[in-house]
């Protein structure tokens, strides 16, 4: 009987000790946290950070080549293993895909351009008829429910009153603004595509470079865990811009049947918005439902029923065809992510934060497998 005791003794007490080392690696995991936490708040008082966005800001352009030749550097790869020289591959790939950039910027920006200044004229014809609308619709409610919404009606009508007065008068400042971006933008994108063709002609040898820099012992597992985030984020980025782009063309295709004002406009800002998961597509699909109310009741309902069924097409079809999309995290972690990315850098936030989150998944699970923090995979 007492050795039965000893060894339950011995059971426990090692249940016991295996407990008190997860919860010192969890201490430990609290404390590395906080320190990175005070040292942000170290940087933010001394304005370093501010210095390091400044510094990034220049040098964007270095970082956007690295982007572009990663994104090409899988068509490169494959001419190359076809027997073509990588410099010819290269050539072909970027002449390639600038011609593709030049047609498509040739067929949308025109008419862009035309639609947009479409809607800016119309401006106060949407709002009156929004009022219009709105007016009829509180009208309706209360000869139905006998209940007064006059107050509720006022408040909304200077609400959009004063959202009217604020676009026309900010509306010159956000043109000049635009241009500005517009050509700053150009001139980061001319230089980020030179920096990208001279990197892509020797692309592969860049990772070398890094890798040689660190000790021997990191090398086989830093190499290991960048292919698995390089993989994945490739993977996801393409998914992602297929499904846009399919969006794109049948948002635009169904806003034309439909008669909506501006549908190339609306088309591309509902697939910008896709980039969001889950709220992206009601966000552009709310939009388009407005401008359509505005025009008429039918044409409202219409857009709202076209888009849930253009959400449900991707969620139940495309998302099943196009695997790549899939990042394996639960939606309310993705939910998580879109509201703290979203407080600190806005919509681009929410557009970055999935892939993110999926990366920083990968290095947690891939330390976990070869550490055992806590024990994830089991």
Known sequence: MEKKKNNLDVKKLNEIFNIGSKVLKLLYFILGVLIIYVISLVFKEWGIIKFLLNIIKVISPLFYGILIAWLLNPFVT????????????????????????YLF??????????????????????????KDWVNNLFVKISDRSLVDLSNVKKELFTSIEVFGQNLTTNLPKMAINLIQSLVSGIGTIVISFIVGFYMLFNFPSIKKHFLNILPKKMKKDTNKLLDLMSNTLLEYIKGTLSISFILF??????????????????????????????????????????????QSTFIGIVIIVFIVICQALESYVLQPVVMSKKTNLHPVTILVGLLIFGSFFGIFGMIIATPIIALLKIVYVFLDEKYGFFEYKQ
Do not use: W
């Open 78 to 101: 494959k001419l190359n293993n076809k027997g073509m020289s990588r410099t010819f591959s290269t050539i072909i790939v970027y002449f390639t895909l600038i011609v593709l950039v």
């Open 105 to 130: 910027s040739l067929a949308l920006i025109p008419s862009l351009v035309d639609q947009i200044n479409d809607v800016v004229s119309s401006i106060p014809t949407i709002l009156t008829d929004l």
């Open 249 to 294: 063309l049948v948002n635009y295709i169904g806003f034309l049947i439909i008669g909506l004002k501006a549908p190339a406009l609306f088309a591309l800002f509902c697939a910008i918005t896709n980039l969001i998961p889950y709220v992206g597509p009601y966000i552009g699909g709310a939009v388009a439902a407005i401008v359509g109310f505005t």
